[in-house]
């Protein structure tokens, strides 16, 4: 069964799947570091009034690792170390409102940490079917091909970072906000889009990554405007075209801006005696100063000999994304080194990701698929997202960083051998279950 009922079916089959794993492998294996249980006061606030007690579900709150324990923390105690500040607060919110509404009714019986923990996992899984349904909706249009769109979202419902997708991460919430505002962007409907990514940069930092579709279409529509004739009517057009983009790339951007903002206010304007350094900065950058030193995040800084067997384990993503761009960029190299400027007339509005609803005509060496037009802007983001992956972040990442990228799954769905797609996604989504709930390293 295809169709939207067919994605959705899948997309819950494969959350129950994944859930199964991880209960399993939980059960089965035994935790090489049990310090993500700790469960220590809050330092200046109660628990929203709660009692504590209850029958402890020491399986749920065993899942709760990595990640995971901050996201908990920050949920039931709010910002109260520096380093929080990485952790971008959309899940955390939503678990506290979640807990303290619809399951209010859990927390006298199972606890306060299990209940937020609860609802991380049932917003997650809400998060992914929808993220798998708008993911279908976004290949429709693009590849403009029904069954490979559908092979597109099976490929995300299993995909490598699967695990994550059902635990208290953010790559759920992510990719449903991304999917979503990439189709509204699409579908022509660009301020629900700015919106939608505004949320996602709420979310995850790099959801500002996303501000470069509306500079993308700025681009196209000033060119094909010709701004540069000097002509009232296409001067003014062209301004207002840069003005409108201007505003939405920064409703995608306000809302990190925001958080830095109240992370210095609550970190830099407090009773402590001794100021942080990074408060005297010019441009005082929480999240840059709490990356650099406390994760130790930095160009090139991962290039040691240690980390070896981080760049191993990344490599099967990087290597994906890397072959997805390159095979594109030869399919089609007029197409992508221009931008997508170069596309034929009746499919410049597909490049700029514009709607079109009149009728081109059919060319026989009409691009559908992968290597359609419309995938270009979206190539381009998945370049950023890898370059930064690789160069930048702890490179172990790159597995669930990459994998809110839809040319993934479009490229994946594109082999002429796909079984060696589904082999390497499937081995790393039972693999990485396995190593994930037992606090073992992995992504």
Request: with cysteine; aromatic share 18%; net charge positive.
């Amino acid at each position: 069964m295809r169709g939207e009922g067919g994605v959705l079916a899948m997309a819950l089959a494969s959350r129950g799947i994944v859930l199964l794993a991880m209960l399993a492998w939980a059960w089965l294996g035994s935790p090489y570091d049990s310090s993500a249980a700790l469960d220590l006061p809050c330092l200046s606030r109660d628990d929203h009034g709660f009692d504590r007690g209850g029958i402890s579900n020491s399986t749920l709150l065993r899942s709760v690792v990595w990640d995971g324990v901050y996201y908990l923390r920050i949920a039931r105690c709010g910002y109260e170390y520096e380093q929080m500040h990485a952790f971008q607060p959309l899940l955390p919110l939503l678990m506290r409102f979640l807990s303290n509404t619809a399951l209010r009714g859990f927390v006298p019986v199972f606890g306060y940490d299990e209940t937020l923990a609860l609802s991380g996992y049932v917003i997650n899984v809400m998060a992914f079917v929808l993220a798998a349904l708008y993911l279908y909706r976004l290949s429709l249009y693009v590849l403009e091909r029904e069954r490979m769109a559908f092979l597109a979202t099976a490929f995300f419902c299993f995909n490598p970072a699967s695990v994550f997708y059902s635990s208290l991460y953010t790559e759920s919430l992510f990719a449903l906000l991304s999917f979503a505002g990439m189709w509204y962007l699409v579908s022509g409907a660009r301020w629900k889009s700015a919106i939608l990514f505004g949320f996602s940069s709420i979310a995850r930092s790099n959801g500002i990554v996303h501000a470069g579709f509306f500079l993308f279409q700025c681009l196209h529509l000033v060119y094909h405007n010709k701004v540069f004739h000097m002509k009232r009517p296409l001067l003014a057009g062209s301004l207002f075209v840069i003005i409108q983009c201007g505003l939405q790339a920064s409703l995608v951007v306000a809302p990190f801006v925001v958080f830095q903002a109240y992370g210095y206010f609550e970190m830099c304007f407090n009773d402590s005696k001794q100021q942080r350094p990074w408060c005297k900065a010019t441009i005082p950058y929480l999240y840059g100063f709490v990356q650099d030193h406390y994760w130790d995040v930095g160009f090139l800084r991962y290039f040691q000999l240690k980390q070896i067997p981080n760049f191993l384990s990344a490599s099967p993503a990087l290597l994906l994304a890397s072959s997805a761009i390159v095979t594109y960029a030869r399919a089609q190299p007029k197409l992508f080194y221009s931008l997508g400027l170069a596309a034929p007339s009746w499919q410049k509005r597909k490049a700029a990701l514009l709607p079109d609803h009149s009728k081109p005509p059919r060319v026989k060496k009409e691009a559908t698929g992968f290597y359609a037009v419309a995938s270009v802007p979206f190539v381009f983001e998945l370049l950023v997202m890898t370059l930064v992956a690789f160069l930048v972040m702890h490179v172990q990442v790159s597995t669930r960083f990459l994998s809110c990228s839809p040319v993934i799954y479009w490229f994946s769905a594109s082999f002429r051998r796909q079984w060696i797609g589904w082999w390497v996604f499937l081995s790393y989504t039972l693999v990485g279950t396995l190593l994930f709930v037992n606090f073992y390293p992995f992504t």
